[in-house]
């Protein structure tokens, strides 16, 4: 799951296959790996993995001004953070060198199951 996210973060072409991104590719591969380094710093309280492990992040992609825009889930849809943790994903977003402004969308299509979870996440959790 999290190198699927991977690929598509840096592809830097938009999906159905538009123009590449105006950042060069090393760049682009730069601010991929930092955007993930930030939002692995950021956790679903009541769960100790970080929402990336969790497979919380959908889809992210950066545009040619430098903007990030975030889809994401929550475990519930009851959550009690899900007022804040979107602001907790742009705050992550903007940390990156080369990030001008960042937005994060709640969606729950599709429904977020465990299956999205990393192995990684799954030992944090004794789920394996």
């Given at each position: 799951m999290a190198d699927d996210l991977t690929h598509q973060i840096a592809d830097g072409a938009p999906e159905g296959g538009a123009k590449p991104s105006a950042i060069p590719q090393d760049e682009l591969d730069r601010i991929t790996d930092d955007l993930i380094q930030e939002l692995k710093k950021v956790?679903?309280?009541e769960i100790p993995v970080d929402?990336?492990?969790?497979?919380?992040?959908?889809?992210?992609?950066?545009?040619?001004d430098r903007h990030v825009d975030v889809e994401m889930t929550l475990t519930a849809p009851a959550c009690p953070v899900a007022g804040e943790m979107p602001g907790w994903v742009e705050?992550?977003?903007?940390?990156?060198?080369?990030?001008?402004?960042?937005k994060a969308t709640i969606v729950f299509d599709p429904p977020w199951d465990p299956s999205r979870m990393s192995d990684e996440a799954r030992l944090a959790l004794n789920m394996l």
């Open positions: 956790y679903d309280p929402i990336y492990e969790l497979g919380l992040i959908y889809k992210v992609d950066i545009n040619d705050d992550a977003a903007r940390k990156v060198e080369g990030v001008k402004s960042a």
